[in-house]
Every structure is written in structure tokens, then in C-alpha cells.
């Protein structure tokens, strides 16, 4: 059964830091890209940062990107022993308030799997 469980959101004044943590089972880890997304109230979501898998555009992984508003304040990583992928969040900002997402997408040929996780909170508020 394939799972994504994120924690680590919560209240934040502005300026301050949160590390989000997703952790994923039922599938294999190391060969999907894995991102994060965010939806804020009355707004699409949006895909904030993303970390290739093994076998994508680099055949190790680890290549990153990110959505121009958080360049430079944000940072994703993973960790493949742990089937774990985080997003460290600095300098955040009353804009960057969202319910953030876990996603985790593999497209094989013209086979694409896709996961999401339940979200978590954040909210940044003085």
C-alpha cells in the first residue's frame, strides 16, 4: 500500500524557518521524482520544489528546481536510506501560507505512476 505522510507544518511568524518531512512506503523510493506542491486558499496549486529520482535526468538523481518565489529560501532534499524527502523552508513570508503537498511521480516509457500525500498546514503569521 502505497503511502506519503507529511508532517512538520504549523504556525510561523514571518521571517522564520520550517522543515517539512515527507515520508513515503509501498513503492520505490529511489527511482521517483519527488516534489512538493502548495495550495493556498482560492489559488491552483503549484509545484514549489522537485528532486529527481535514479534513473531520470540524472542517472544518480538528486537534480533539484524550483518555482521562482522560493528560489533561494527554500531547499528540498532527500534521503533514499530513509525513503524520505524534506523541504527546508527559510525567510518565509505571510505569500508562502499553504497547505503543502507530497507528490511523487514516475513515468517509465508510457507507463506514469503518480502518488500524493494529505497535506500539511503552514500557515505564516505574526
Known amino acids: 500500500q502505497v503511502q506519503l505522510v507529511e508532517s512538520g507544518g504549523g504556525l510561523v511568524q514571518p521571517g522564520g524557518s520550517l522543515r517539512l518531512s515527507c515520508a513515503a512506503s509501498g513503492f520505490t523510493f529511489s527511482s521517483y521524482r519527488m516534489s512538493w506542491y502548495r495550495q493556498a486558499i482560492g489559488k491552483e496549486r503549484e509545484l514549489v520544489a522537485g528532486?529527481?529520482?535514479?534513473?531520470?535526468?540524472?542517472?544518480?538523481?538528486?537534480?533539484?528546481d524550483y518555482a521562482n518565489s522560493v528560489k533561494g529560501r527554500f531547499t528540498i532534499s532527500r534521503d533514499n536510506a530513509k525513503n524520505t524527502v524534506y523541504l527546508q523552508m527559510n525567510d518565509l513570508k505571510p505569500e508562502d501560507t499553504a497547505v503543502y503537498y507530497c507528490?511523487?511521480?514516475?513515468?517509465?516509457?508510457?507507463?506514469?505512476?503518480?502518488?500524493w500525500g494529505q497535506g500539511t498546514q503552514v500557515t505564516v503569521s505574526s
Open positions: 507528490n511523487a511521480r514516475r513515468t517509465t516509457g508510457y507507463v506514469s505512476s503518480e502518488y
Open positions: 528532486i529527481s529520482g535514479a534513473g531520470g535526468i540524472s542517472v544518480a538523481g538528486g537534480v533539484t
